[in-house]
């Protein structure tokens, strides 16, 4: 069968091929692991012109290698952006885009709920060298345009939110904030759908952050990151913010391991989404469950967003117990087949308790302010059979 190299391949296919060409390499069906942190030049001029950037080629692995490379050219063609820069940790990629886009009285608008990591800098990081972050409810589009200034530099939001599942339009967004500015950059951090579910860029975003800890390596067995974008801002981030701000850089052995992850990555999204899906549809008619957050319902009140800019309705689920706190810890404590841990997209069902663990950097009060309650209990659907899960969460709810 003949490939017709001018249709767009599938999504699925180009999870698999993108970015590499094994008769470039020996016919090797898997990418190399390049285990080097220099390379050799044949000559004075050809190191200057590696420096310079004037000559393509790599010099030194803190800046590139040659597995990272095939990654990134398979991150960038599945988000369908111009570039991407894979990086040592998911945090690694939010702070070096982000030193990299601001200074000091520079902006940041920031949508109310956030990962705790990520809040932390903003807070802890950047408004100690001078950036001012403005804490807005981007569902509220209003309130958004009245917060746009001359110093606005970045629109930063995750969608769906972790952990409490609120669903940004990114379209209407991005709209909004460029007819205001298109100078300011639009980024957004697409760790919960990956872009086997949404593409932000296609909505008009102008960077997407991911860590491919989670669904993109897929396995649990590594720590990493990426952001995509359009070329020269994808390569300023690599020149100042990761080589001279962060140093986050990755390693070849964990490229390789999410190269591996991403050709399964739409299958496995397709179970975790089924097995979601389930599972919030037991929950919501669960006694014990007060409420269910979860896009895939048709009662969630950000249904018709999601339906709108996301292909499936993704592997996460937050829900409250009608006996609050006391009744979470209950439950977290009685189960057997899904581990209590934090992180998600791993092929184990993961469950945790945000406000004690992944954000518990925010105090009592910020958690009030930012929409994240005491008894919000989190569930990363993973890949087992659904009635396993389903039995699980059902005699750990008997609690």
């Not at 409810?137 to 409490?164: A, M, R, W």
Request: glycine fraction near 8%.
């Amino acid at each position: 069968m003949s490939i017709d190299r001018n249709k767009k391949l599938s999504f699925a296919t180009r999870s698999v091929h993108a970015g590499y060409d094994s008769s470039a390499n020996e016919g090797s069906l898997n990418p190399p692991i390049y285990m080097t942190s220099t390379y050799a030049f044949d000559n004075v001029e050809q190191g200057a012109g590696r420096f310079s950037g004037e000559e393509k080629g790599h010099f030194y692995s803190r800046i590139s290698n040659p597995t990272q490379e095939i990654l990134e050219s398979r991150l960038a063609d599945l988000e369908e952006g111009e570039a991407a820069l894979a990086t040592a940790s998911g945090m690694g990629a939010i702070t070096a885009t982000l030193w990299t886009l601001v200074g000091p009285g520079d902006q940041i608008l920031v949508d109310k709920t956030l990962y705790g990591c990520t809040f932390s800098f903003m807070e802890h990081g950047l408004k100690k060298f001078g950036v001012d972050i403005c804490y807005v409810d981007f569902t509220d589009h209003g309130e958004l345009q009245s917060q746009l200034s001359d110093k606005t530099k970045v629109i930063y939001f995750e969608t769906p939110v972790n952990p409490n599942m609120r669903v940004i339009d990114i379209a209407a967004v991005s709209t909004l904030v460029k007819d205001y500015s298109p100078d300011i950059k639009i980024m957004v951090d697409n760790t919960y759908c990956t872009p086997a579910l949404q593409r932000p860029l296609t909505l008009g975003a102008d960077l997407v952050v991911h860590s491919a800890t989670k669904y993109l390596g897929g396995h649990g067995d590594l720590i990493a990151g990426a952001v995509v974008g359009d070329a020269e801002t994808i390569q300023q981030i690599r020149l100042f913010g990761l080589k001279d701000m962060t140093g986050a850089v990755i390693s070849p052995m964990t490229v390789f391991l999410i190269l591996r992850g991403i050709k399964t990555l739409q299958l496995r999204m397709e179970r975790h989404c089924q097995n979601a899906q389930a599972i919030a549809e037991m929950l919501h008619q669960h006694p014990a469950v007060d409420q269910v957050f979860f896009p895939g319902l048709k009662t969630d009140p950000w249904h018709a967003m999601a339906s709108t800019q996301m292909d499936d309705f993704g592997g996460m689920i937050a829900l409250e117990l009608k006996g609050g706190y006391d009744a979470s810890v209950r439950m977290l404590n009685k189960l057997k087949l899904a581990k209590l841990a934090v992180s998600l997209g791993d092929a184990e069902t993961l469950i945790q308790h945000p406000a004690s663990m992944t954000h518990s950097v925010y105090t009592l009060e910020e958690r009030a302010a930012h929409g994240i309650s005491e008894g919000l209990v989190r569930i990363s659907a993973g890949l087992e059979a659904i009635e396993d899960i389903i039995a699980d969460l059902e005699q750990a709810l008997e609690s």
